[in-house]
């Protein structure tokens, strides 16, 4: 358990010393204040636009925002977030490969399980801690601004989306276990992300993708009940843990 | 110490080593000479448990090593050629850090951290790693090596990329232990291991081709040649009349080889001409001549 801890604190010193955890944190916060911050400056930006848009024939009539307006931009950013998050992680085990900085952890004797598992636990609880910031701050304007409750299923469809970001934050730890380089990894985990989302064009298996997790607008307007994505939930639940899992042999086996 | 029975290692059609077999005893200062690429590190690597090998078995202090786990580098220290750390880190963190993840028990680490850190010649040192010369990482290297007590310091080319004085610096660190922990040191530069091994095998063809302590081979390989040395140029050339056989090699020095020449034939005449000899010794063979000699057969 030392081992685990030291390795975990290690993590967490790199993450504040090379200015990652700020540069996660900040844009998911910025990300939080848009999105309140865009649905109040709708009517303005519309009302501002007005003259140009009638010239191109088109009639700006009064516009309504609302907390839903905010939750809309919400699922619009969530992406945004998560490709930063993916993109700032995507080396956290590949630098090590690179820079040899692996040899000499591994020729301590830790156990590999313990290096898989504490680089997981630390992008868990960063990706987790940097979302759920990103929809505190907006759920706090939006309560000050109008009011939550006209968004449907609000709490399913946000944990739905943290789930599929905790999908690809496995799919990092995967592909890091059986690739060599950071570009490697990101094609991984950006195929395996566009597999997802092809499954979801296809009628009979659409319900059972983990892609389906990211669509928070149907929640929210009714338009889907939580319950309908419950088969998308379990599938990317188990493959979260399988992914992990699978993570630790492939890991073992690796020639550092 | 470290026992090594037919270790065999292929990369695609190359075969790196063939059946290596190597005894390391407990307490000595091992010197591993092979040319670059001869397969020290590979072997290196196996020991550590960090790259598969095709075949054979190695132990360490009586346990055998297995591919992916690391149960056996708790015996172990480890310096690589080049020792990469987290730039982040200063020096007394890494080795905070490293007992951490080694489990090590130690009732005063930050003592045992200071003492390492003195003996590497980094105990004034406050700075993040990122600014360390090769040098210093080198011995920073050394230090965490050594930071649990190993009962076996594995060092590969330590000293390759080092100026002179940092290779000196690092070999008396190494000197400094001997007794105390046993040292497998590889290494393609012979004056190394001359200065400093107790023990040495030479790696060719992925065997071991020679393996003893350096004056034992030196002995078994004794060269049967002399060097000699008069006062005057006059004296060389009444020698050389004499002794046609004898090398001139300058004004007033030459060898003969005991083969055709006889040494007490050569005393005998030096001392009935009244020719004074400042020099009459016998040459010692290199390690690199050696090497040299036992890779061409």
New interface residues.
């Given amino acids: 358990m030392?081992?685990f801890?030291?390795?975990t604190?290690?993590e967490w010193?790199?993450h504040m010393?090379?200015g990652k955890i700020t540069v996660i944190l900040l844009i998911f916060l910025l990300l939080g204040i848009m999105n309140p911050a865009i649905a109040k400056l709708t009517p303005w930006m519309l009302e501002a636009m007005s003259e140009s848009l009638s010239e191109a024939g088109m009639t700006v009539s009064e516009v309504t925002v609302d907390a839903m307006t905010s939750w809309v931009q919400f699922f619009k950013n969530a992406p945004m977030g998560l490709i930063v998050f993916v993109l700032i992680e995507a080396s956290i085990f590949t630098d090590e490969y690179r820079?040899?900085?692996m040899?000499?952890?591994?020729?301590?004797?830790?156990?590999?399980y313990k290096v898989i598992l504490a680089k997981a636990s630390v992008m868990t609880v960063l990706w987790s801690g940097a979302y759920w910031l990103s929809f505190a701050v907006t759920y706090g304007y939006n309560s000050y601004f109008w009011d939550n409750s006209v968004a449907q299923s609000l709490i399913p469809s946000v944990v739905y989306w943290w789930l599929f970001g905790m999908l690809c934050t496995v799919l990092i730890l995967f592909f890091s276990a059986i690739m060599k380089g950071t570009t490697s990894v990101l094609l991984g985990v950006g195929a395996s992300v566009l597999f997802f989302y092809i499954l979801t064009l296809f009628a009979k298996v659409k319900k059972f993708s983990p892609a389906l997790l990211m669509d928070g607008n149907s929640l929210i307007y009714g338009a889907e009940d939580a319950e309908a994505y419950v088969p998308a939930v379990m599938v990317t639940s188990v493959l979260v843990l399988a992914l992990t899992a699978a993570s630790i042999p492939l890991f073992?086996?690796r020639?550092? | 110490m470290l026992v090594i029975k037919g270790l065999k290692k292929s990369f695609g059609d190359k075969d790196v080593l063939r059946g290596l077999d190597l005894t390391v005893p407990a307490g000595s200062i091992f010197g591993f000479i092979g040319k670059n690429g001869a397969g020290k590190t590979t072997t290196m690597k196996a020991i550590?448990g960090?790259?598969?090998a095709d075949g054979g078995s190695i132990t360490v202090n009586g346990e055998d090593v297995v591919y992916?786990?690391?149960?056996t580098?708790?015996y172990?220290g480890?310096l690589?050629d080049?020792?990469?750390?987290?730039g982040?880190?200063t020096a007394r963190?890494y080795l905070a850090?490293?007992?951490?993840?080694?489990?090590m028990n130690c009732d005063n680490l930050s003592a045992r951290i200071e003492e390492l850190l003195t003996l590497v010649g980094l105990g004034e040192e406050k700075h993040r790693i990122k600014g360390y010369s090769r040098g210093m990482k080198q011995r920073l290297g050394i230090a965490?090596a050594l930071l649990s007590e190993p009962l076996l310091l594995i060092c590969d080319e330590p000293t390759s990329a080092l100026d002179p004085v940092g290779r000196k610096e690092i070999l008396d660190i190494l000197l400094s232990l001997k007794g105390k922990t046993t040292v497998l040191f590889s290494t393609h530069i012979l004056a190394d291991v001359e200065r400093i091994c107790t023990d040495v095998a030479f790696l060719d063809g992925g065997v071991i081709t020679l393996q003893g302590s350096p004056a034992e081979i030196k002995k078994k390989y004794r060269s049967d040649e002399y060097c000699i040395e008069t006062e005057c140029a006059s004296h060389m050339e009444l020698i050389a009349k004499q002794f046609p056989n004898v090398k001139i090699s300058g004004e007033t020095e030459a060898t003969f080889s005991l083969a055709d020449t006889e040494l007490f034939a050569v005393m005998e005449f030096a001392a009935s001409n009244r020719i004074p000899l400042p020099k009459l010794q016998r040459l010692e063979p290199s390690l690199e001549s050696l090497f040299l000699e036992v890779k061409e057969k």
Avoid: C, D, H, W
């Fill in positions: 030392r081992s801890i030291s390795f604190k290690k010193l790199f010393r090379s820079m040899g900085t040899v000499m952890i591994l020729t301590k004797g830790i156990k590999r073992n086996k020639q550092v | 550590l960090l790259m598969k992916g786990q690391t149960l580098n708790k172990i480890y690589p080049v020792p990469e750390f987290y982040f880190m963190e850090f490293s007992a951490g993840i080694s489990e965490q």
